[in-house]
């Protein structure tokens, strides 16, 4: 396989994840509004989550082993992630809300974490891509630290065990629902390390694109 082949192959697995994570989208709106939903829909549903979500793992594992890792590449793998927690978090808010008013036992507390978790997950993924925007300006490099690859190493697990959770059929529904609730806390976490880190990281760069600004004024 030449080079530009294996470059096309990873680049493919990057852009892949948002068609895939689109199906999921569908395909959960199509299956919840069923009246009854059969058991290889939900299947099927899974199963593009799931390959959605194994394409973050696959394309870097493949950049990295083909040795076809570009700046083009590590700009556009946070962009299809992005895609996939706008598609994935908001449903899971719905769902959960849903099955909340459905049951008596299903915790409110854990519709609202997950509320929460959207909104400061998406803020602070703005937030880092302003500073890597910065961080352009003097040539710094846009590949996750060890911070970012580690949120996105939990968080795509825990969207699949929380949609597994919420809408698996009762024949095969085997995780406990405590193991969703520990993923979301862990994530919250896990979203504040990663924030202070990229912070930490880019702070030398606003300084100079501050004073700069200032002396050009």
């Known amino acids: 396989m030449s080079k530009k082949s294996k470059l096309a192959f990873v680049t493919f697995l990057t852009f892949v994840r948002f068609p895939l994570v689109l199906l999921f989208f569908v395909g959960a709106i199509v299956y919840n509004i069923k009246e009854s939903s059969s058991l290889w829909l939900f299947f099927l549903i899974f199963a593009a989550l799931v ?29 299809m992630d992005k895609f996939f927690y706008l598609a994935s978090l ?18 409110v507390a854990y519709a609202t974490a997950l509320l929460v978790l959207t909104l400061f997950f998406l803020a602070r993924d703005q ?8 961080g352009s300006l003097y040539n710094v490099s846009g590949k996750a630290n060890w911070s970012g690859k580690l949120r996105t190493a939990i968080n795509f697990p ?5 949609y597994y959770c919420e809408e698996a059929p009762s024949s095969i529904q085997f995780l406990p629902v405590e193991i969703a609730y520990g993923l979301v806390g862990i994530t919250i976490i896990l ?27």
């Open 51 to 79: 390959s959605s979500a194994l394409t973050d793992l696959l394309d870097g594992y493949y950049a990295r082993k083909f040795k076809v890792v570009t700046q083009f590449g590590s700009h556009v793998d946070p962009l």
């Open 90 to 107: 908001p449903l899971l808010i719905f769902l959960s809300a849903k099955n909340g008013m459905q049951s008596p036992d299903h915790s």
């Open 127 to 134: 937030w880092v891509t302003f500073l890597r925007s910065i």
């Open 158 to 162: 825990m969207i699949c065990v929380v």
């Open 191 to 217: 979203t504040v390390i990663s924030l202070f880190v990229y912070n930490k990281q880019y702070w030398p760069y606003l300084k100079k694109a501050a004073c700069v600004d200032m002396i050009e004024e």
